[in-house]
Nanobody, 122 residues
Framework: DVQLVESGGGSVQTGESLRLSCAAS???????MGWYRQAPGKEREGVAR???????SFADSVKGRFTIPQDSAKNTLYLQMNSLEAEDSALYYC??????????????????WGQGTQVTVS
């Protein structure tokens, strides 16, 4: 089965940058992959995602600030976060495998999830 491991979380100041990594094992070439986050008291929400064909989408709240570079050779997806705000503080998850080729924001449609990495902005 596919395994996802996130890394790169930490505590930063407002306005600073941070890059998260999602290292995947197992074949994910045909999967939608993306980043999701969950803050205390809130539902898990989509941040950014990439379809197998390379199409990318971002949540309105992060457009212009976040990007999702990838390294296909390393089977790794990154979340580059710039101009971080306190509202970005959350547990960030990497996800893959939208069921039925789904590649949207519904978290229930994804089969594989990482353990999460904490991002705190203050």
């Amino acid at each position: 089965d596919v395994q996802l491991v996130e890394s790169g979380g930490g505590s930063v100041q407002t306005g600073e940058s941070l890059r998260l990594s999602c290292a995947a094992s197992g074949y994910t070439g045909s999967y939608c992959m993306g980043w999701y986050r969950q803050a205390p008291g809130k539902e898990r929400e989509g941040v950014a995602r990439m379809s197998p064909g390379g199409s990318v989408s971002f949540a309105d709240s992060v457009k212009g600030r976040f990007t999702i570079p990838q390294d296909s050779a390393k089977n790794t997806l990154y979340l580059q976060m710039n101009s971080l705000e306190a509202e970005d503080s959350a547990l960030y998850y990497c996800a893959a495998g939208g069921r039925g080729d789904y590649c949207g924001t519904d978290v229930s449609r994804f089969q594989y999830w990482g353990q999460g990495t904490q991002v705190t902005v203050s």
